[in-house]
């Protein structure tokens, strides 16, 4: 039976949910992922990496060895196409670019028949915005169209080899999850759910069809509240591979920390007023930071001088620890606002001249984009 659910008094964390004070420490032990340790010198070139932004892991040592040794690896995600893309969703972005630089296959499915089913949401709709929000972000943060492939749910391939490959399994893997695990999941069944659920575990596996790449290590990089899908794909692996002779390797994953709105709360592409969309202009940007930033700081400026400030739950400072690369300057942010040198006015500060200087580079990349975006679909 999947656990698919964490609580307690602080804090919860399901693949719906997310709210309250979250203990990284306890997830990792409740949900039994391991703690991401002593990886190659080449990781800490990624600030993700390096920060502990990225935390955990299930069987990343196989993705380790295949880089060491350059090997051929996937690197495979998905895109739900509803809503704005935010500064949130870059944190796999910016783990697609990193893999794809350092060799991996890069498989991107756009979620549009869970859109439809979960969400009623039309499949013209869901292409609109997949291209839109998130493939011309995708391409202006750094893809590159070769050994790229992104496709829709609802049309896999126009090679038919492919597209048969593909929905074969899906209906092939059906025999090997139960009603219990399903609800565990997902809670109320409705078939929807149920082809969707499968859908995706055939995302997570078909890329080692003999049609496509083959056997080989596949990594998916998720946020911590989305690991009871890698556990259901990872189970129904083992169970496939027994009883219809596949020879799928164990997907491997790995997990970051939630970046927080900037409420304070979760990010969510349904309250515009906790993320900076990167389509949002630098004085629109400017003017959601000064307005809904959570502050760590004191009530009053003679409090904040005398007791410093908390950057450990400031959103201002925590988003820096994603856009800022210099580690000497962010230690020094973080100390001078524990100190009560830099005030919270002067950490937003910070935050919106770092972001316009993004957005406005960004923005001139999404006109670039635009233009090849048929190289990528």
Same mark, same amino acid.
């Given at each position: 039976m999947v656990n698919n659910t964490l609580a307690n008094e602080n804090f919860k964390v399901?693949?719906?949910?997310?709210?309250?004070?979250?203990?990284?420490?306890?997830?990792?032990?409740?949900?039994?992922?391991?703690?991401?340790?002593?990886?190659?010198?080449?990781?800490?070139?990624?600030?993700?990496?390096?920060?502990?932004?990225?935390?955990?892991?299930?069987?990343?040592?196989?993705?380790v060895s295949?880089?060491?040794?350059?090997?051929?690896?996937?690197?495979? @995600?998905?895109?739900?196409?509803?809503?704005?893309?935010?500064?949130?969703?870059?944190?796999?972005?910016?783990?697609?670019?990193?893999?794809?630089?350092?060799?991996?296959?890069?498989?991107?499915?756009?979620?549009?028949?869970? /859109?439809?089913?979960?969400?009623?949401q039309s499949l013209e709709e869901s292409r609109q915005i997949a291209i839109e929000e998130y493939i011309l972000n995708y391409i202006a943060l750094g893809?590159?169209?070769?050994?790229?492939?992104?496709?829709?749910?609802?049309?896999?391939?126009?090679? /038919?080899?492919?597209?048969?490959?593909?929905?074969?399994?899906?209906?092939?893997?059906?025999?090997?999850? @139960?009603?219990?695990?399903?609800? /565990?999941?997902?809670?109320?069944?409705?078939?929807g759910k149920m082809i969707s659920?499968?859908?995706?575990?055939?995302?997570?596996?078909?890329?080692?069809?003999?049609?496509?790449?083959?056997?080989?290590?596949?990594?998916?990089?998720?946020?911590?509240?989305?690991?009871?899908?890698?556990?259901?794909?990872?189970d129904m692996t083992g169970r496939i591979n027994t009883y219809n002779n596949f020879n799928f390797k164990e997907i491997s994953s790995t997990y970051h920390t939630f970046m927080p709105g900037l409420n304070g709360g979760k990010m969510s592409s349904s309250d515009p007023t906790s993320f900076i969309a990167l389509?949002?202009?630098?004085?629109?940007?400017?003017?959601?930071v000064k307005?809904? /930033?959570?502050?760590?700081?004191?009530?009053?400026?003679?409090?904040?001088?005398?007791?410093?400030?908390n950057p450990d739950i400031d959103v201002s400072y925590q988003w820096l620890r994603v856009f800022e690369e210099d580690d000497v300057l962010l230690k020094k942010i973080y100390d001078d606002y524990k100190s009560g040198e830099l005030l919270s006015g002067e950490l937003k500060k910070l935050l919106i001249d770092k972001l316009s200087f993004f957005l406005t580079e960004h923005q001139k990349n999404r006109e670039h984009a635009k233009k090849v975006l048929n190289k990528y679909i």
């Open positions: 399901t693949p719906w949910e997310v709210k309250g004070d979250i203990d990284y420490d306890k997830l990792i032990k409740e949900f039994g992922v391991q703690p991401l340790e002593d990886l190659p010198k080449l990781f800490s070139n990624n600030t993700l990496f390096r920060r502990k932004i990225i935390f955990a892991h299930r069987s990343f040592g196989q993705i295949a880089i060491e040794k350059n090997k051929p690896f996937i690197m495979m @995600t998905g895109l739900m196409p509803t809503g704005k893309f935010h500064i949130g969703h870059m944190l796999v972005a910016r783990q697609i670019i990193f893999y794809q630089n350092l060799g991996a296959k890069i498989y991107v499915t756009v979620a549009d028949v869970e /859109a439809y089913n979960a969400r009623g893809l590159k169209p070769e050994n790229c492939e992104i496709y829709f749910q609802s049309d896999r391939s126009k090679d /038919a080899s492919k597209a048969n490959a593909f929905y074969r399994l899906q209906n092939m893997l059906a025999r090997h999850a @139960t009603f219990n695990e399903f609800k /565990a999941v997902y809670g109320e069944i409705t078939p659920a499968l859908l995706q575990a055939s995302d997570m596996l078909h890329p080692q069809l003999p049609e496509f790449e083959g056997p080989m290590p596949v990594v998916i990089p998720v946020g911590i509240d989305q690991d009871p899908h890698i556990r259901l794909a990872r389509t949002d202009s630098p004085e629109e940007m400017s003017r959601k307005k809904y /930033a959570f502050s760590g700081g004191r009530d009053t400026l003679e409090e904040h001088r005398k007791h410093g400030g």
